[in-house]
């Protein structure tokens, strides 16, 4: 596959993001569920419910003065030909990750982030700030947001530069241990029960095994470069469906016949349970942070290769005052 160039990349966001705006001329007004008593320029809220779709980032932030204490839980694949099957519990005996992190909400437009990944053991700091929202009167047509997150490898030497073929002069650096992600999230709310974003995503990792494996010769490269989309539709007042996927553009991913590699893709249902949102999701990504399976989802729906995950969050309310 022909690696676009940047410039095509860019044209694809923008013709995208077009689209979404001249769909956007109907009387919003009458897709919002609001009423002629409208205020001008009302924003418009819960484009998603929660801060991510399943693995790609969503426009919600965290409240202020509130804490998201959230843990995330992927399990094995499912089918046999991808190690699954019954002997493993179709992949409830294996877990291919678990994060734990804490969102806080300096603003309601400002949230910070900790986290940390069973896989590689990784170690992030997150940043999601959002910078316009969508508004009923379609004033402004979409809510856009920025996210980045920065994350640390703490694994043994031996772990981390497993595969490593030995070079003359290459000397171990701390600096090798840390990768960087920044997207740009373009949400919108399409009446009361569609949502959809584009997400245009920039990877960076220090450290790349660069091997050639590629049919082409393409080597592993340091940065990546990807488009991610979701979309949640609402089937009634507390359930929704929810999907999202992510296209990578790398002619050592998309070529490797050493080691294939896919593009990540998921699928789930959204539950409303009394001021908590349950998600329960299947996908073919191993990892649950950005710095992990964009770069490194080796497993195809098509061999059995999705997993069963779930989230558990619990708000805390960081702001009250005791009397």
């Known amino acids: 596959m022909i690696l676009l160039p940047f410039k095509k990349i860019v044209v694809v966001i923008i013709i995208a993001v077009s689209a979404i705006n001249v769909f956007a001329q109907d009387d919003l007004l009458s897709l919002v569920d609001t009423d002629e008593t409208t205020k001008k ?53 294996n877990s291919t990750d678990i994060r734990i992190s804490f969102d806080f909400g300096i603003t309601d437009d400002l949230t910070l982030g900790v986290g940390r ?30 996210y980045g997150d920065m994350n640390y490898n703490p694994q043994k030497a031996s772990q981390f530069y497993s595969g ?19 997207q740009l999230i373009i949400a919108r709310k399409f009446g009361s029960r569609f949502s959809m974003e584009l997400v245009p995503t920039f990877q960076h990792r220090n450290f790349v095994l660069a091997n050639i494996n590629a049919d082409n010769g393409a080597a592993e490269t340091n940065d990546l470069m990807a488009l991610g989309s979701g979309f949640r539709l609402k089937l009634t007042r507390r359930v929704s469906i929810i999907a999202d996927y992510y296209y990578t553009f790398s002619e050592y991913r998309h070529n490797n016949t050493a080691t ?13 349970t009394g001021g908590h949102v349950f998600h329960i999701n299947y996908t073919n990504a191993a990892g649950i942070i950005e710095n992990n399976y964009l770069p490194n989802t080796t497993d195809s729906w098509l061999k059995g290769g999705h997993k069963f995950g779930f989230n558990i969050s619990r708000v805390f309310d960081l702001g009250r005052t005791k009397k």
């Open 117 to 146: 990944s069973k896989q590689n053991e990784l170690i992030d700091g997150l940043v999601k700030y959002r910078f316009l929202s969508q508004t009923a009167d379609n004033h402004i047509p979409v809510t856009v947001a920025f």
């Open 260 to 272: 294939p590699f896919y593009n990540p893709l998921a699928i789930g249902i959204e539950i409303e």
């Open 41 to 93: 320029h009302e924003r418009v809220i819960a484009t998603f419910k929660t801060s991510k779709v399943i693995n790609i980032q969503s426009t919600e932030t965290v409240k202020a003065k509130t804490m998201d204490f959230r843990v995330t839980h992927r399990f094995g694949n499912i089918g046999g030909a991808s190690g699954g099957g019954p002997h493993t519990l179709f992949g409830f005996d």
């Open 164 to 182: 490593m073929a030995p070079t003359s002069g290459f000397k171990q650096n701390d600096i090798h241990r840390f990768s960087y992600t920044s």
